[in-house]
């Protein structure tokens, strides 16, 4: 990554966001469900970054909701890694019909709205930070898919595939020695990439009141919370959006510099 500022702006953003979602775990200022600090109090000396409209102190909800926004997006980029490859593993070497049926299925799944499916996941197993994980990871598993697959078929048809194959290489071998390691790099960047995503679609959830109930702090809802008094207490709808560009744009400049590494025709370019 020498010589690429771009990366390591985003490796800075991600670190400072993933720094206070750590210290979140073992220190707040306030206690979350404390209200003691007084309705939409301006930022001071106590409260940093000022209180919500219940009283609740602001730097603590965003702390928290950093915390949800990575274990989200991690969580379910693992969800939708794990069960994309998979399927799109089958599909690379499942005989010609099975092909054409994962595929038709995988098409239905990607022309279908990533957050409707969210939301008919959530709303079935009501919301909580588990529902959040799997109904992303389901919506972008089908994305994973239908790339491993193509990735996949790539590979299978190269001569050396041939050639271990007639050397009596199983296919499970063939796999763990052949394929995967030369579809990882381009899965990387995809699920990198998959990664902002899930961190907007986990906002957007929370907008709607289909993301991790109270007292959970995520993004989404503090800007829910907040849309009504932006004109009092603008701090309340900023900090939160920032945070999460912020996130998102640092993912994605991550995301590009893997892209980079996966391709070095890419950096001989630049």
């Known amino acids: 990554m020498k010589g690429r500022p771009t990366f390591a702006i ?13 210290v979140s775990v073992v220190w707040l200022p306030y206690d979350p469900s404390d209200t003691s600090g007084g309705r939409l109090a301006p ?3 106590a409260h940093p970054l000022g209180t919500d409209k219940l009283g609740r102190d602001l730097l603590t909800q965003l702390m928290i909701g ?10 379910s980029v693992l969800v939708g890694g794990l069960l994309g490859v998979t399927a799109g593993l089958l599909a690379g070497f499942a005989t010609r019909w099975l092909d054409d049926t994962i595929s038709a299925v995988l098409d239905i799944l990607i022309a279908f709205p990533t957050l409707l499916l969210a939301m008919l996941v959530v709303a079935v197993r009501q919301a909580s930070l588990g529902s959040a994980i ?6 972008m598993s089908a994305v994973v898919a239908r790339l491993t697959r193509v990735l996949v078929k790539r590979v299978l048809a190269e001569d050396y595939i041939t050639a271990s194959r007639t050397s009596g290489t199983s296919w499970p071998r063939v796999v763990t020695e052949h394929v995967l390691p030369n579809i990882w790099p381009t899965l990387l960047v995809n699920l990198a990439l998959q990664l902002g995503l899930a961190v907007l679609a986990e906002a957007a959830l929370s907008y709607l009141g289909l ?12 800007l829910q919370e907040a849309q009504a008094t932006v004109l009092t207490a603008p701090t309340g709808a900023i900090a939160p959006g920032v945070l999460l560009v912020v996130l998102v744009v640092g993912v994605n400049l991550v995301a590009d510099g893997f892209r980079d590494l996966a391709d070095p025709t890419r950096r001989r370019s630049r």
Do not use: D, E
């Open 43 to 45: 930022p001071g000396g």
């Open 66 to 75: 950093a915390r949800i926004a990575l274990t989200v997006g991690v969580g």
């Open 10 to 22: 985003g490796c800075v953003l991600v670190a400072a966001v993933l720094a206070v979602a750590v």
């Open 211 to 222: 993301g991790p109930p109270p007292p959970n702090a995520s993004w989404g809802r503090l």
């Open 134 to 139: 799997l109904a992303i990871g389901l919506a």
